[in-house]
């Protein structure tokens, strides 16, 4: 758990600079789709994410803040042989399996925006911070399981398109990456993450 709130407390304090600032926030559906080496395990485009964004404005076009998100892949593999390395043990698997990858997103990260307060604004933002990955493959009655915490960047485009006076439309896609961590359920030799993730959702605030 320390680890946990040790980045916590550091990206509390990488935005108290901006708190006095006037802030919005977006809560929005993420769909996720594996990329690299990650796809040898988890294959399928998950819908099951969501996120959200605090961000206070810096000016006009800047803003700071935190970026939260979870994501969830779970796939079943029928007949096919998975190999896997568990500390010092490694070896292969046959018969029907289920994987699932849970990752949740804790990063520091900023937007620069385009146009007025009251345009389609189209934007494009920076977050760094960490990304987990606890991954779990079961084969009948057995389960492993493996969690690691990385250090991740998530660079992302998307549009704000203005609804009511307080609130805007927001979409963007996002591009995830956490550097290699620990080690991983399946056989590759850097324990890494990474996906694409489109993502729908409302902003608020002024």
Do not use: C
Request: aromatic letters at 14%.
């Amino acid at each position: 758990m320390k680890k946990p709130l040790l980045i916590a407390a550091m990206l509390m304090l990488t935005t108290s600079g901006v708190w006095s600032q006037q802030y919005f926030g977006s809560v929005y559906w993420s769909v996720a789709t594996p990329t690299g080496q990650f796809r040898s395990f988890v294959n399928e485009t998950s819908v099951a994410g969501f996120g959200l964004d605090v961000q206070w404005w810096a000016s006009d076009h800047v803003s700071a803040g935190l970026v939260l998100g979870y994501n969830v892949w779970s796939d079943v593999y029928r007949g096919v042989t998975q190999q896997y390395k568990i500390n010092d043990l490694q070896g292969a698997v046959n018969g029907t399996q289920v994987h699932t990858v849970n990752s949740f997103t804790l990063m520091a990260g900023g937007r620069y925006l385009f146009g007025g307060s009251r345009d389609v604004r189209p934007f494009f933002g920076l977050a760094a911070g960490a990304v987990t990955s606890a991954q779990a493959l079961e084969v009948s009655l057995v389960r492993f399981t493996e969690t690691n915490w990385h250090l991740g960047v998530a660079p992302s485009v998307g549009l704000l398109i203005p609804m009511s006076f307080n609130s805007m439309l927001d979409l963007s896609a996002r591009f995830s990456y956490g550097f290699p961590s620990g080690q991983a359920l399946y056989n590759v030799s850097q324990n890494t993450i990474s996906f694409w993730s489109i993502n729908a959702g409302f902003t608020f605030g002024n």
